[in-house]
């Protein structure tokens, strides 16, 4: 019997040591993670579960009481008013999906497929639009729908109309600016999916005798279903909750969901009936996601896909002419705004229209010389520089860990990123304020600070992991093989090579938060922005101030821009020096 148990206890020992050897494996590979998970739970389902239960809270006199009820659902739902203003939502958002993604399929199709040496600067052209403000490039289009605007009074002076069209302030204004403004998000998301495609499929089927158009239909459309069902989503979800354009294009007219909430929440502060409205439309979105499949895979968009691009011929010469002149008008689309915005600042008139009345820069020096301005710019980089910091630092540690490690519940903390994305960011607003009220936790630049990077934090998430995807592991397999251990190679090997995927992410993560409105404006106390200046210049007074405002920040947004790609080129030089 002692001889038995004098063999057993080694046995145990040596399970026990496998045992914690195992449980330090599964702590190594999920550590950098643990930081993210923290945020998402702590700022993405917690708020969430808060919403749904004030939702079926009873709200009375500025305060929520603990009465379970679903009379705030009652509410919304036998409400001619909010079921009016709730299926005007869809459609919009609806509409304007099928504009975005049928406008820039051919267009992003032009761009992996159609062009070669200039790929990199047609790309970057997309961008740039992006690039600059949201309410700046919703404004820009007052002056184009409006009754004296540039499309009234084209028509008038070509003896197309007497009268003036009534374009602004209607559901139609709505649509155009919204298409307009997530359109570079759909050209994007589907040129990523043709790009990591490849031609060479498509080559074999006509080497096989398929027509273009049977190639096409058969095996590029289907092979890119993944770009096209993220195009959709990133249009449609954040759609649904547009604010600023309804309230500057759309009037009464065109109210949409997210115009209704912030009177709710904002003035009527009854968390209860706003709650129950947020907790419906995000419902609606996740049933929208739902139906397109049982998750978003970001991996078949982003991480590459079938295909040698080195073996790609030009397409015909009829179709890449006619792809090109699309292009050209597609690239009309994106910067006629903002070619007008820019005009209209130089302009010497009071209103933001023709006819042009004299050449003049006061309006550039009233901005500069405004205290307001340079304070809320201020406030927006430190936000911004801050947003960028912390989103790096919580998201490349999981982006690594996500795509080197397999670890339980990596799949579920992968899906639980795309929340943020897949909801509109108003939405989140709503849900953060709802926490921050519900703990008292007075609102001040910490809480938009959370506000920001809990919106940005998936985009960097990906970026970095898309890096991480094409990174080659041989590189730290050979420092292994040279004596340095794990910690050693990722200091000296594998974090060197990720600056470039943390750079962008961060240089993404700093201009939604430059640009990000909705949130600052529900999470703010005293705060002021450039996007909240920007809005109270816009819901005050309408002056070319305004214009100068916004040409300043396209300025910077190109400057930027363009000094990041002289900087990325340059470095690829002296790569290519190195190497030879």
């Known amino acids: 019997m002692s001889q038995v148990t004098a063999r057993a206890a080694p046995m145990q020992a040596g399970q026990r040591t496998k045992g914690a050897q195992a449980m330090r494996d599964a702590l190594i590979r999920v550590g950098p993670a643990l930081l993210i998970i923290v945020w998402v739970l702590a700022f993405v389902f917690a708020p969430m579960v808060i919403m749904g239960i004030y939702s079926l809270w009873q709200y009375q006199n500025f305060e929520m009481l603990r009465n379970w009820t679903v009379e705030n659902y009652a509410e919304l739902v036998t409400s001619t008013i909010y079921i009016r203003v709730l299926w005007r939502t869809i459609q919009i958002a609806g509409l304007t999906t099928i504009f975005c993604v049928g406008l820039a399929y051919p267009f992003a199709y032009f761009l992996a497929r159609g062009v070669r040496r200039w790929r990199e600067l047609l790309v970057i052209m997309v961008m740039i639009p992006f690039w600059t403000s949201f309410l700046v490039r919703t404004y820009a289009w007052m002056s184009i729908l409006g009754e004296h605007g540039v499309i009234n009074e084209a028509l008038i002076q070509l003896g197309v109309i007497q009268q003036p069209l009534q374009i602004l302030y209607t559901t139609t204004a709505v649509i ?66 547009l604010f ?46 739902a139906g397109l499949g049982r998750s978003v895979d970001l991996d078949k968009v982003y991480a590459g896909g079938v295909g040698d691009v080195a073996r790609a011929r ?49 309006w550039y020096q009233e901005v500069i010389r405004d205290p307001w301005m340079i304070n809320s710019v201020r406030n927006s980089l430190l936000i911004a520089c801050l ?21 339980p519940g990596r799949t579920l903390l ?31 630049v910490v809480t938009v600070l959370i506000g920001h990077v809990t919106y940005v934090l998936p985009y960097v998430f990906f970026v970095v992991a898309a890096q991480q995807y094409g990174f080659d592991k041989t590189l730290e397999e050979a420092a292994m093989d040279l004596g340095a251990n794990r910690w050693v190679t990722f200091r000296r090997v594998t974090l060197p090579l990720m600056v470039p995927g943390l750079l962008a992410g961060g240089l993404f993560a700093f201009t939604l938060s430059l640009d990000e409105f909705i949130i600052t404006f529900l999470l703010t106390g005293t705060l002021q922005t450039l996007p909240l200046f920007v809005w109270g210049m816009l819901r005050t007074m309408v002056s070319p101030t305004v214009n100068a405002v916004g040409t300043l920040i396209v300025i910077v947004a190109f400057v930027v821009v363009l000094a990041a790609q002289l900087r990325g080129r340059l470095r690829r030089r002296q790569g290519l020096t190195a190497a030879g």
């Open 244 to 289: 600023v354009t309804p309230a500057l294009l759309g009037g009464t007219r065109a109210t949409m969901i997210g115009n209704v909430q912030v009177t709710i929440f904002k003035n009527a502060m009854n968390f209860g009936l706003g709650s129950s409205i947020s907790f419906v439309v995000l419902m609606l979105a996740m049933l929208f996601v």
């Open 314 to 362: 030009q397409p015909e010469h009829l179709r890449l002419r006619a792809l090109g002149i699309y292009a050209v008008l597609m690239y009309i689309f994106l910067y006629l705004p903002i070619a007008f915005l820019i005009i209209f600042s130089m302009n010497n008139s009071p209103t933001a229209s023709f006819p042009w009345q004299g050449f003049t820069l006061k």
């Open 387 to 407: 947003t960028a910091l912390i989103s790096v630092v919580v998201a490349a540690p999981a982006a690594y860990a996500m795509v080197r490690f397999r670890f």
């Open 176 to 241: 155009i600016a919204a298409t307009y403004l997530f359109f570079p998000f759909a050209i994007l998301t589907l040129y990523s999916s043709l790009e990591k495609l490849g031609p060479s499929t498509e080559e074999a089927a006509l080497d096989l005798g398929a027509t273009p158009w049977q190639a096409f239909r058969r095996i590029t459309l289907p092979l890119s279903a993944a770009g096209i069902q993220a195009a959709v989503i990133f249009v449609f979800v954040p759609a649904l909750g």
């Open 414 to 444: 992968k899906q639980s990123l795309i929340i943020p994305m897949i909801i509109p960011s108003i939405m989140l607003g709503f849900a953060l304020l709802i926490l921050f009220t519900a703990f008292e936790i007075d609102l001040s």
